[in-house]
Nanobody
Framework: VQLQASGGGLVQAGASLRLSCAASGRSFRGATLAWFRQVQGQEREFVAT???????IYADSVKGRFTISRDNAKNTIYLQMDSLKPEDTALYYCALDFSIILSSVRRPEQYSYWGRGTLVTVSS
């Protein structure tokens, strides 16, 4: 499975962005999909995940501002980011796994497939 993320950019605080991540090579209908982010010099941080049935889990830092969604027909994951803050600045990665268990969805090492990051920069 190959993942290609897009949609990052430079925005001001309070603005919105929508990230997309297109998967190819295999249908991800039965997969758990996720977004992580990473600031240089720091560990990769969980942002959000969406299970095959559509249930979503968010990091506390983005709850109420970000929305993860999936389009199984298009094999695409989305992350709608509203009310962006400077602390949201990071390289954002999409990830996918077909056999991850619920208790492990926040752990980046549990995901088998990763896209290249897309940079989000939020200015104050």
């Amino acid at each position: 499975v190959q993942l290609q993320a897009s949609g990052g950019g430079l925005v001001q605080a309070g603005a919105s962005l929508r990230l997309s991540c297109a998967a190819s090579g295999r249908s991800f209908r039965g997969a758990t999909l996720a977004w992580f982010r990473q600031v240089q010099g720091q560990e990769r941080e969980f942002v959000a995940t969406i299970r095959p049935g559509g249930s979503a889990i968010y990091a506390d830092s983005v709850k109420g501002r970000f929305t993860i969604s999936r389009d199984n027909a298009k094999n695409t994951i989305y992350l709608q980011m509203d009310s962006l803050k400077p602390e949201d600045t990071a390289l954002y990665y999409c990830a996918l796994d077909f056999s991850i268990i619920l208790s492990s969805v926040r752990r980046p090492e549990q995901y088998s497939y990763w896209g290249r990051g897309t940079l989000v920069t939020v200015s104050s």
